[in-house]
């Protein structure tokens, strides 16, 4: 059965600090990966996906993920985050049949 | 251009009834996943539906059912109800194609209480 792991459930961190949010997942097979995110008081909304091709894809709002095969990861960065990125944080994967897998989450505070 | 839309958006019940929670997809999708999503935790799959059919399930009991009916919209059925069945529950529509998973696109949620 495939998991996913998330680092930190928690992050706090000054405006303009540099973000890295950590994903492991286990799955043998062939897997698409998400980041989702949920700002407060609304529902979760895709940050950025991983499905072939460049490891490291950009998302929304500046955000970049990298999808290292050999570590089973799929990091979230964003290199100067603003106090409107508070929010949570998913790291999803889903097989072939679409069964996504969450993570439990991270929540990031950014603070003024 | 609707999103995906749920109702009720919140819900009470006491132990031992019955619940049916409702989802209409995005525009344009056919397919639909519930999950549930206890406090503090990330959603947790329930099933999955395609073609009015339930495709794949997570490790929910048989009391959790569901339906989807020819416009792709779908309920999920919640029979004897525990108090450790709150949480919000959510579901995301998707577009099937070539048999491949797509980004999946997630409604606002039901809470529902169980008392």
């Known amino acids: 059965a495939q998991s996913v792991s998330q680092h930190n459930h928690h992050v706090i961190l000054s405006e303009a600090a540099s973000l890295e949010l950590g994903c492991n997942y286990s799955?043998?097979?062939?897997?698409?990966l998400f980041w989702y995110v949920q700002y407060p008081g609304q529902h979760l909304q895709l940050l950025l996906k991983?499905?072939?091709?460049?490891?490291l894809v950009k998302g929304i709002k500046g955000f970049e993920a990298e999808f290292i095969k050999s570590k089973f990861s799929f990091n979230l960065r964003k290199p100067s985050v603003q106090w409107s990125d508070t929010a949570e944080y998913f790291c999803?994967?889903?097989?072939?049949?679409?069964?996504?897998?969450f993570g439990a989450g991270t929540q990031v505070v950014v603070t003024p | 251009d609707a999103g995906v839309t749920q109702s009720p958006t919140h819900l009470i019940k006491t132990r031992g009834q019955q619940v049916t929670l409702r989802c209409s997809p995005k525009?344009?999708?056919?397919?639909v996943s519930w999950y549930q999503q206890a406090l503090g935790q990330g959603p947790q799959f329930i099933f999955q539906?395609?073609?009015?059919?339930?495709?794949q399930r997570g490790n929910f009991p048989d009391r959790f059912s569901g339906h989807q009916f020819p416009n792709y919209s779908s309920e999920l059925n919640v029979n004897a109800l525990l108090l450790g069945d709150s949480a919000l529950y959510l579901c995301?529509?998707?577009?099937?194609?070539?048999?491949?998973?797509?980004?999946?696109?997630f409604g606002p949620g039901t809470r529902l209480t169980v008392l």
């Open positions: 525009s344009g999708h056919d397919t």
């Open positions: 999803a994967v889903t097989d072939s049949w679409g069964k996504f897998q």
């Open positions: 539906y395609y073609e009015e059919e339930e495709r």
């Open positions: 799955y043998g097979g062939t897997v698409n």
């Open positions: 995301a529509s998707s577009l099937e194609t070539s048999g491949s998973p797509d980004t999946q696109y």
């Open positions: 991983y499905f072939s091709g460049d490891p």
